[in-house]
Each structure stands twice: as C-alpha cells, then as structure tokens.
C-alpha cells in the first residue's frame, strides 16, 4: 500500500451484501474515503468498526488494482463485503430472590435502525416490589469527536433514554439511612403487619415512583491527557406516594413531588499514572524496547492529577417545579518520593454549592424553621464513609433533624414498643472536604496509609467560611449549624491475587459534632457521634 513502492489512493468504494444497510451508513462508519491515500491501518480499523455495530456476522475489505494516476501513483478500487445478522436480539428470563420474590425481565434490542447502524431498545423489569420499563435510542455518530494520532476519525455519541420505575422498598432504604435510634422500625403497622397512618386508618405502602427522560453527548478536549466534555439535558419527575405510615413522612411530605428539568454538564481531566512498573529482561526482549515507564492507571497512580467537575440546572421554564443550580468539584492529585521508599503522597479536595432560586418554600417555617431554600432530598450534598469523611458512618456528616415518633410501633414480633426521639442526617446545600494521606509501602504486597480527612457537609454555602450564631435553647437550629470536623486514622492496603487492593481504615473523630434531643420532660439530652469507625472497601479511597 503505500509503504510498497509507489502511493496508492482510493479510487471507488464498492459494498456488497447489504441488503438492509444502506451504504451511505457504512461509508461513514468506516475511515476511508475516495481519493485518500490508502493505508493498511485504516482498512484494519475500518473492519473493526464495522464490527462494532454489532450489525455484521462478517465484514472484509479487499483492494483491487485500477490503473495510474497521470503523476504515476496508483489506483485501487475497494471492496467491502459484509454479511448482515439478523438485527433484532431478544432476551428475557426470571428468578426467585428473598428480597424481591419472584422477578422477571424482557429486552429487546435492534443494532440497525433504519438500516442506518442506528441503535434501539426496550427493557422491562418487573418483581413483587419493583417495576421498570426503560427505552433507549443511541446514534453511535452523532459528532465529529477529532482524531487520533494515526488519523482515525473518531465520533461521539447521542443517547436518549426514556424510564419509568416503581419501587416500593422504600422502607429497606430508610431502614439502612435514616434508622438512627429506632432499631430498625421506620414504619408504623397494625398487629398483622398491614401498614397503618398516625391515626390507626389502615394505609397502602409507600412507593417511590420516578419517571425520567435524558439526552446526552460528549466531546473530546484532549485525548493524550483524557479531557472529555459532557453535555446532556434531563427531565425527572419523582413522585412519593402512601408516606402516611412513615416515621419521617413529616421530613418526606415537602419532598414528594419533584419535578426537574434542566440542562448539565461534566467535564473531566485525568493524567493519572503508575509509575513503579518495572520490566524483566524477557519483556524487553520480547517487545524490542525497554518500555514506557508509567502507564495509565487510575486504580493504583503514583503520579499525576484527575480532575471532574461537574454542573446542573432546573429551569422552570422547561417545566420544573423547582428551580436550583448546583456545583460540584473534586481535585486529586498525586505524588510519589522514590528516597522515601516510593512512599506516594495523595491529596483531594471537594467542594460542592447549591442555591435554590424558585420555589424553595416548601417546608413549613413554623414547623421546620430554616429550612427554606434547601435543595430537594435527591439533589442535596450528604457526605461520611470510607470514601469521604472517614470519621463517620456512611453519609452521617452535616446537619441533622430531630424526630419525635408519634402513634403506635411494633417490633418484628408484633409487639407495641416505645421509640424515644433520634436525629437523622438532612443534607445540606453545600459540602468541602480535603483529603490526605501517604501510602507507605511495607512489602510488597502491604502499605500502610497514615491519612487525615477534614470537611462536612454544611446548611448553607455561607455557613463553610462562617457558621451562623444560634441560641443555645434553639434545637432545631443548633442541629442545623455544622463546623468543619478533623478526623486522623491509620489504614493497611493488601494487595488481591485478583487485582486491585483490600482496604481497611480506622478513623478518630478529634471534635465529634453532638447533636440536642428534647425529652418528655422539656430538657434536653445531648447525643454526641461516636469518634471511632472503621471502613472495609475493595479500592483506594480516592
């Protein structure tokens, strides 16, 4: 080709074979063109993408001679031959789970829409407890994403996904979140179990429904230090219904209608590499080269930085009954000092903004004082566990609520039992955290991490740089106000025979927030979070 002799260009591109995939669909899936110079690495790469669309049992691109130029080079003509697949694909099945009793699922999805190597498909989803249909719809080249260092054309795509979904375990999840002093119970039920309001009147259980529709594509800023710039638009209507049976429906009432709509993007930077890769004289051999020192690894890096950040907005202009924008940024970066035993120096900082600017008078100021202007629960920062704020349990940090149980509760013997009140976290509308730590090899297969984390979660944005002044007989305020919490650990990284690393951290709260919970009696006990937790994971904490 055009290594041999003289250059060879394209001179016609023949397809044969596709009965349903018109042929203008293949010419642009593929990166040759008419009167290009033709490359072996672009008849290979075009064979692969043609693979890809999953829409072809074979695809081979052949070159025939035909004739000169009036410079002298030659001409080839190309034949593609391609054999279809049937273009539908069809699967469904069932089961039977503890937790979600019997369940079953159909898919069905086509690889060539309109014979035009377009994407659709359906699913369905359904058990006892949850339901979801979702349908979908992807253009595998919507864009013109650049190139690649050897020439190859590159797209990005457009998705489009539509989904209902209906669940109704919605007390599994208050059970494992929001059960802080309750012993489990979450819900008030009747001596058969059948869920009852505060009243006694029997009542349905309480569902989650959530409908959603998004459109999204990308575009590539830098593929050397993978820079990638998503762009998407999403509507979500998220509605909660029977919450009458709930200890915390007075919490969930404000909430239970959300409808969003808005536009948002994300932007990534990431150069993160290891670079303690060594190479024996057999790799070296066998590659003819000694070898690139670092590669890409974004599991294990001992140098380099990755950035995200990312940005939202409701519009109720597009039809949201809320409208807020929101921020969230994280920083990490890396490090390694080879005369301290390639000890690596890790660091991360986040930090999160929220501002709601329509419609935030949803809880009652009498009732929930100072709540105005906060982000809906699906939207508001919440921080704490092994990957965060490793002082705390999971999502445990910031702002808390008091609940005073109110009605009658059983235990899971049907017995009437007394639940004293209990704070659970809240959110908020802003977050920062810093992270640090130093990875210190012992062998080679244990580290030791020396680590701090500092950070909350916070009410307000203001409340970072400046906590507000309450009254100290002021309890729902007091348990709002949020400061900036300092915890210090020492953690064992070990490496698997599978990959990747087991984790073990164990965290020291130094100021543990303490929380106000009044008492039958008018005063007020203090509950203070505990100062020590520890965290399994299968993976770095940042």
């Excluded at 043609?50 to 034949?79: C, M, N, P």
């Excluded at 089961?95 to 035009?116: C, E, Q, S, W």
């Excluded at 650049?146 to 209906?166: H, K, M, N, S, W």
Aim: net charge neutral; charged share 25%.
């Amino acid at each position: 080709l055009e290594n041999e002799g003289k250059k060879v260009f394209i001179n016609r591109i023949l397809i044969n074979g596709n009965e349903m995939t018109k042929s203008e669909a293949i010419l642009k899936a593929i990166n040759l063109r008419v009167d290009d110079v033709l490359r072996s690495t672009d008849i290979f790469t075009s064979e692969q993408n043609l693979y890809a669309t999953d829409a072809f049992d074979l695809v081979e691109i052949k070159a025939e001679e035909a004739g000169e130029r009036a410079d002298g080079s030659r001409l080839s003509d190309l034949i593609i031959n391609v054999d279809e697949k049937p273009p539908r694909l069809i699967t469904y099945g069932g089961g039977y789970a503890t937790d979600f009793g019997a369940n079953g699922f159909f898919d069905i999805r086509h690889f060539n829409l309109l014979g035009k190597l377009l994407q659709g498909g359906a699913r369905v989803r359904a058990s006892s407890f949850q339901q979801l249909v979702q349908i979908d719809f992807i253009n595998p080249r919507f864009l013109n994403d650049g190139t690649t260092e050897d020439g190859v054309i590159r797209y990005a795509p457009l998705t489009f996904a539509a989904q209902y979904q209906r669940d109704s375990t919605v007390t599994r999840f208050f059970r494992s979140t929001f059960d802080r002093g309750t012993f489990g119970i979450v819900q008030r039920v009747d001596e058969n179990g059948n869920p009852i309001d505060l009243f006694g009147a029997n009542t349905s259980d309480p569902t989650i429904n959530r409908l959603t529709f998004s459109a999204e594509t990308s575009r590539t800023i830098s593929r050397k230090k993978r820079s990638i710039l998503f762009a998407r638009y999403k509507f979500e209507d998220v509605r909660l219904f029977n919450v009458e049976s709930l200890l915390i429906k007075d919490l969930l009432l404000p909430d239970s209608r959300i409808r969003t709509s808005g536009f948002g993007a994300n932007f990534v930077f990431d150069t993160r590499e290891d670079c303690s890769i060594t190479y024996t004289i057999l790799d070296i051999i066998r590659r003819g080269d000694p070898g690139e020192p670092c590669r890409y690894n974004p599991g294990n890096p001992t140098r380099g930085s990755y950035l995200t950040a990312q940005y939202d907005i409701s519009l109720p202009t597009l039809g949201a009954n809320i409208g807020f924008q929101k921020l969230q940024a994280s920083y990490n970066t890396y490090y390694t000092i080879s005369q301290l035993k390639n000890t690596t120096f890790a660091g991360r900082g986040v930090i999160g903004l929220g501002k709601v600017f329509s419609e935030g008078q949803r809880f009652s100021p009498t009732q929930f004082p100072d709540l105005e202007g906060v982000l809906p629960i699906s939207e508001r920062f919440f921080a704490g566990g092994s990957t965060t704020l490793r002082g705390f349990e999971f999502e445990a940090a910031g702002p808390r609520v008091v609940v005073v149980p109110q009605g009658t509760f059983r235990n899971s013997k049907g017995e009437p039992v007394f639940l004293t009140p209990f704070t659970i976290p809240f959110g908020g509308n802003a977050l920062a955290i810093v992270n640090l730590e130093a990875r210190v090899p012992l062998s080679k297969s244990i580290r030791a991490v020396p680590f701090y984390d500092g950070g909350n979660v916070f009410r307000r944005v203001s409340d970072i740089f400046n906590p507000p002044e309450v009254p100290a007989d002021d309890v729902f305020r007091q348990n709002l106000r949020a400061v900036w919490s300092h915890t210090v650990g020492l953690g064992l990284r070990l490496k698997t025979p599978i990959g990747g690393e087991f984790g073990i951290d164990y965290g020291f709260l130094l100021n543990p927030p303490r929380f106000l919970i009044p008492q039958p009696d008018g005063s007020n006990a203090i509950f203070q979070l505990r100062k020590n937790q520890i965290h399994f994971r299968f993976a770095q904490a940042f």
